[in-house]
C-alpha cells in the first residue's frame, strides 16, 4: 500500500510540474520581423521588443552590444540597441529563460512599401520576367511580405518571413519595392531591407486609423458611415443579394453566349462585413501597420491612389493624416515618405482638357510635395498602360523613386524628378511657365512639345504650341489674344513628351484652380 501510495504520489506531482510549466514558463518571444535573414536599419537606435512573463529578465545581444530589460506587469519588453555601422552578416541573441537566436542578420536600409495592387503586383508579372529572375542573385537584397489581414483593433505582431533575394524567391517579390531596393543597393553599395505590407484593390482609408479619421472633421464622416454599415450588416441578406447577383450574371452569359454576343465579365464582390472589410477605414492599419512598428526604418514607399480616384479632391488631406500618423506611430520624426503619382491609363486624350479622377488624384500628389515636409514623388506619366491598370514596366518605377532617395535622403549627385511646375507668368499673348528640375528641358522625340493647352478668361481650353526657351517652356495659340491659364498632360492618359536632361518625364499640373 506504501508504495502504491507514493507511485500516486509522485504521478500528483508530475501533473502539477506539467501545470505549472505551461502556465508560468512562457518562451520568451519576438515579432515576426524579427526574424533569420532581417536587415536592421544602420546609423539609427534600433528598437527591439517582445514578450515574456512578467518580471522576467531579457538580455539582447548583438554584435558588441548588450541590453537588458524586465518584462512588464503585460508580459512586453523591450531594449534600445544604439546605432549600427555596416558589417558582415550577425547573429541577434535574445535571452530569457530560453534563447532565441535569429541569424544571417545585415546591417543597412530599410524601408516599408505599402499601397494597393500595383505595390503587390510581384516580379512574375513585370515586363522581362525571365531575365529578371534569372539576375537575381542579390543575397543582400531582402523582402518581408506582411501576410494580408484585417483587425478591428491595433495588432501587436503579424504574419510573413524575411527571403534573401534569389531567383527561387524573387518572383513573389513586390517588384516597385525590390527594383527599388535593387537600385538603392547598387548606388550605396549597403544591404537593403524591404519590409511589403500591401493589398490589392485597397484604398487609403483602411491604411489609416479610426482615431486619425476621427480627428479631421473632413474624414470623420468615413468613421460614422462605417458605425452605420456594422449596425445594418445582415450577413444573411447579404448573402441572399449576393447569390442572387451570380445567378443573374450567369442568365446574361448565358444569354449573350446564345446571341453570340460579350458579356460583362466583371464579377459581384462576395458580401464582406464590414467590421473587417480591407476597405473598412483603419482594418488594414490594425493588422498591417501598426504590427510593424518601432521596427527602425529608413522610409516608406507608397503606391496606391487608384480605389480613391473617384474622391479625388480629398486624397490630399488623407495622405496629409496619413503620413503624419505613421511617422508618429514611428516616433522617427519626418522620415521620407516616397510616393508613385499615377501613370497614364484609359482611353487616348482627345481634348484639350478633360475630366476624371486620375489628373485631379495626380494633383493631389503633386501638392502633397510642399504640403508635408520630406515627401517625394516619382512621376510615372509615360510608363503607364492605356488598357491595363497594373502597368508590367515596375523597373522604371522602382528606379524614379530611388532617384528620389538617392538625391534627397542619401544626398548623391542625381537628378530626383522629371521638371515639376514652379510658377508661371504672362508674357503679352502668351504664357511662360518655370520648372524645378528643368535643366535639359527637351521633348523626349526630339520634336515638338505635346498635350500643352492654354486658355483665358472664359476658361474654354484649346491645344498650344509649346517651345522651349531659356530653361522655361512658352505656350501660345494665336487664338487666345489675352491667355489665364495654361494645362499640361491633364487627362487620364496624355500623349506628353516633356522630359529634362535626365531623361525624367515631367508631371501633369495645371496653372488654374476652375473646377475646385
Known sequence: MRGAGFSRCLAIFAILALCFAGTVGADVKVPALFGDH???????????????????????????????????AAG?????????????ASVLTIRGKNVV????????????GSGQ????????????????????????????????????????????SWQVCSPETVPRFSAAACFFGRELHRQLDVPVGLINSSWGGTPIQGWTSVKAHEAVPELAPMISALQRAIETYDPELAKERYEKQLAERKERQGKAKAEQKAAKRAAPRPPQDPRLAPGSPGRLFNGMIAPLAPYAIRGA??????????????????????????????????????????????AAQQQPSETGGWPLIREQFFRT??????????????????GDIHPKNKQEVGRRLAQ????????????????????????????????DYSEGLAARDGGALKSFAIAGDDRKFVWADAIIEGGAVVV???????????????????????VNGAGLAASPFRTDDWDE
Request: glycine share 8%.
Open 38 to 72: 532581417m536587415v536592421v536599419q544602420r546609423d539609427m537606435p534600433v528598437p527591439v521588443w517582445g514578450w515574456a512573463d512578467p518580471g522576467e529578465k531579457v538580455t539582447v545581444v548583438f554584435g558588441t552590444q548588450m541590453e537588458t530589460a524586465v518584462a512588464d
Open 76 to 88: 512586453t519588453w523591450s531594449v534600445r540597441l544604439g546605432p549600427v555601422g555596416v558589417g558582415a
Open 101 to 112: 537566436e535569429i541569424r544571417d542578420v545585415l546591417v543597412g536600409e530599410v524601408w516599408l
Open 117 to 160: 495592387s500595383n505595390m503587390a503586383m510581384t516580379v512574375n508579372g513585370c515586363i522581362n520576367r525571365d531575365a529578371e529572375v534569372a539576375a537575381a542573385d542579390l543575397p543582400q537584397v531582402r523582402m518581408f511580405t506582411v501576410d494580408r489581414k484585417t483587425a478591428e483593433e491595433p495588432q501587436e505582431d503579424c504574419q510573413g
Open 301 to 346: 514607399i507608397w503606391y496606391q491612389g487608384e480605389a480613391n480616384a473617384g474622391g479625388a479632391k480629398l486624397y490630399g488631406l488623407q495622405m496629409k493624416t496619413m503620413i503624419a500618423e505613421w511617422r508618429q506611430l514611428w516616433g522617427q520624426g519626418d522620415f521620407p515618405f516616397l510616393f508613385v503619382q499615377l501613370p497614364n491609363f484609359m
Open 369 to 386: 510635395l510642399s504640403a508635408v515636409p520630406n515627401t517625394g514623388m516619382a512621376v510615372t506619366i509615360d510608363v503607364g498602360e492605356a
Open 404 to 435: 528620389w532617395a538617392l538625391a534627397k535622403t542619401y544626398a548623391k549627385d542625381v537628378v530626383a524628378s522629371g521638371p515639376l511646375f514652379h510658377s508661371m507668368r504672362k508674357q503679352g499673348d502668351k504664357i511662360v511657365v518655370e520648372f
Open 476 to 498: 501660345f495659340n494665336p487664338s487666345v489674344s489675352s491667355p489665364s491659364a495654361v494645362r499640361y498632360a491633364w487627362a487620364n492618359n496624355p500623349d506628353c513628351n516633356l
